[in-house]
């Protein structure tokens, strides 16, 4: 199966500064890519590479098969949602929505048609005959993702589309997005900063630091196996907790000793028989240190644990501890009996943890 | 209004307040008489007739008001050995300026575009080179133009002056344009080119609809430029393409007989008036803040 957009080796330097480095990535028909990254690690960068609007510094770019290296964006038939929108400011909500079919040269009915589909879709009919200077920020949004969706592109690119929208609005829009995606099979890459749209949005997830790729895959894949420490602090909130930790060798594997401010160290032991070095961190999330009492499986493992902080969020109650100089976050359930002072028993699953190297933060296991 | 509220915290004594405002109106209404007044010697002198003139005082109103001066002074004077008036002279004018304007404006509105929005190798210097040709004396063109004109084959004729204002004024239009279209997010540009629009597509709909309030101050700017100059039009005009500002020069130097100040104030003002008329109408235009709202914020 084709690729519908495959990405070799691309370099994009903004003078002597070097914005991107080395991206490879590729996404086949349907898929739908979301990166993520860190304000100014170059999303909006890539994103402008792949439609054409900047040129690349080396390093080679095909859309649908073809060679797009050099293409220019009309003849990349993409379409793109901009982080600032870019309306135009002189024309209607309408004449903006259907400037890109008029160029095109579609025909007037076609045109009607879309736009009242799109305006429905996105519920801005009623603002269709007023200017972009008289909408809220998050009416201007909808109207630029109205802009690409009348489109039939070979690859959508959208900039954090979603960003100024209401909770609720941002909840309808992404399933609306997600039903889209799997109605048309549309091809989409998608830059956000919110944790749930990469994770409920995405077929594949790029994460990004500083221009360069951290790692590509599944979104379970990232969230349960992040290939580095700055994966595993990035994705997922409240971030996974990284201990330091020392993995003492004996005779039926490795123990794990985390250091306690005036308390015994816990210690834990490794069932995969991983071959650790003596200093690792250990990347715990917060769901998988829970109430003893409610949660217990073959991997995992208790201790006895001072409570620092207890924080209800409604359905869960988050417990702060320190452990190994660190603040810790436990994901208990809402009817814990965990209190602040008190020492609480709570259980690790070992089944799913992950463990780095502290001096180059990859992944151990 | 923000200021002056702020100051009031401080110095709310209204008797003070009222005493500054008044202060204000006197100081600002003693500078506009004092603008008006040539202005206004100009205007009585015409309505008067020379008899009136010669017995009476320069600031008095006329007695007996007659539009004989202006009626000499657009059909009847002589410049030089022709009588026409100013009449044949205010069209040349005419002819030259609105070209002229139109031309220098459009270019100047690509140009503009050009190195604002599409950036390329070297769009900097050739803008700074254009810039720099803003700064050219007059004086130091004239030689060079009249061959280029010669060479050209246009010296003395309408066209030539149109082509010589426009290629005067090209550095100011493309220096507003540019200035203004860089503010204008780039992002734009792109949304149209990803829309599919090309070059000219994306100037026409997107950035000419926008440029509304720099257009006029370029109209305005270049359309005062042409009218008023006089060494241009006195340099390469010849018997029929004299603008009016050469007209105007001719009459009033003429030395024929007595000396009309009536028929040279009505004269005067007759050549001032259609840049009096720009800036009344087309300051009316000058609306902004057009892209408010084309970007987030
Ligand atoms: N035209 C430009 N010239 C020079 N540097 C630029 C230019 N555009 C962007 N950059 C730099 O490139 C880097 C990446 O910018 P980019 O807009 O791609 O970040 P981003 O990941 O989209 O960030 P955000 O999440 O804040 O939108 C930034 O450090 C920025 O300063
Ligand atoms: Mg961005």
């Known amino acids: ?365 | 209004m923000a200021d002056y509220s702020m100051h009031t915290v401080q110095n709310n004594n209204p008797i003070g307040k009222i005493a500054l405002r008044w202060g204000l109106y006197v100081m600002l209404g003693i500078f506009a008489v004092f603008y008006l007044m040539p202005f206004f010697v100009m205007l009585t002198t015409s309505l008067k007739s020379l008899d009136e003139i010669r017995t009476g005082d320069l600031i008095s109103l006329p007695r007996e008001v007659t539009l004989d001066a202006w009626r000499t002074a657009w059909s009847g004077a002589c410049t030089g050995i022709q009588c026409e008036g100013m009449r044949p002279y205010f069209w040349n004018s005419m002819l030259i300026a609105i070209p002229g304007v139109a031309i220098s404006t459009l270019l100047g509105a690509l140009n503009g575009y050009v190195v604002s929005q599409w950036k390329f190798r070297g769009a900097n210097i050739i803008f700074s080179l254009m810039l720099f040709g803003c700064f050219i004396p007059f004086q130091v063109v004239l030689l060079p133009m009249a061959r280029v004109l010669g060479m050209m084959g246009i010296a003395g004729t309408i066209p030539g002056l149109i082509f010589v204002h426009v290629i005067y004024g090209l550095g100011f239009t493309t220096l507003f344009f540019r200035n203004y279209y860089v503010s204008i997010p780039s992002e734009l540009t792109k949304a149209a080119k990803v829309d599919g629009a090309g070059f000219f597509r994306i100037f026409w709909s997107i950035f000419l609809p926008l440029s509304i309030p720099i257009i006029v101050v370029t109209v305005i700017w270049q359309f005062t430029q042409i009218w008023n100059d006089f060494l241009f039009g006195v340099s390469f005009s010849q018997a029929g393409t004299q603008p009016v500002t050469v007209a105007l020069n001719n009459i009033v130097n003429s030395t024929t007989g007595v000396k009309e100040y009536n028929v040279d104030m009505a004269a005067a003002i007759i050549a001032a008036l259609p840049t009096l008329l720009v800036y009344v109408v087309a300051g009316k235009y000058f609306v902004r803040g057009l892209t408010a709202g084309s970007v987030k914020g």
Not at chain 1, 14 to 42: A, T
Not at chain 1, 46 to 52: E, Q, R, S, V, Y
């Open chain 1, 1 to 365: 199966m084709s690729k519908i957009l495959e990405i070799n080796n691309l370099f994009k330097s903004y003078g002597p500064v070097e914005i991107l480095k080395d991206i490879n990535v590729s996404i086949d028909q349907g898929d739908f890519l979301v990166l993520v990254g860190p304000s100014g690690c170059g999303k909006s960068t890539l994103l402008n590479c792949i439609a054409g609007l900047e040129p690349i510094t080396s390093g080679n770019l095909s859309i649908g098969g073809q060679d797009m290296t050099t293409v220019s964006p009309k003849d990349r038939d993409i379409a793109m949602v901009f982080q600032s929108y870019a309306l135009y400011p002189t024309m209607t909500v309408a004449k903006n929505i259907t400037f890109g079919m008029k160029v095109r040269g579609v025909d007037q009915a076609t045109q009607d048609e879309k736009l009242a589909y799109v305006a429905q879709q996105l519920q801005i009919e009623p603002l269709l005959k007023r200017k972009p200077g008289q909408l809220s920020g998050g009416q201007r949004q909808r109207v630029a993702m109205g802009r690409a969706l009348v489109r039939d592109p070979k690859l959508f690119l959208f900039d954090e589309p979603l960003s100024n929208l209401d909770a609720k609005l941002r909840v309808e829009m992404r399933t609306e997005l997600k039903a889209l995606h799997q109605r048309l099979g549309a091809s989409m890459v998608y830059v956000t900063h919110d944790q749930i749209e990469a994770m409920t949005l995405a077929t594949k997830i790029v994460v990004m630091k500083g221009g360069i790729i951290q790692q590509i895959g599944t979104p379970a894949e990232i969230y349960n196996r992040p290939a580095n420490l700055f994966v595993a602090d990035f994705m997922g909130s409240p971030a996974m907790n990284l201990i330091p930790a020392k993995a003492v060798k004996n005779g039926k594997g490795t123990a794990i000793q985390i250091e306690r401010n005036g308390n015994t160290p816990i210690v834990l032991s490794d069932t995969k028989n991983l071959d650790l070095p003596e200093d690792v961190i250990l990347g715990v999330r917060p769901e998988d240190i829970s109430d003893a009492s409610l949660r217990a499986n073959n991997e995992t493992q208790e201790a006895d644990c001072v409570i620092e902080i207890v924080e209800p969020a409604g359905a869960d109650t988050f417990a702060v501890m320190e452990l190994g100089g660190k603040h810790v976050t436990a994901r208990l359930h809402s009817e814990t009996s965990a209190k602040a002072g008190e020492t609480q028993r709570l259980a690790f699953d070992l089944g799913k943890v992950s463990y780095f190297a502290p001096d180059t933060g990859k992944r151990l296991n």
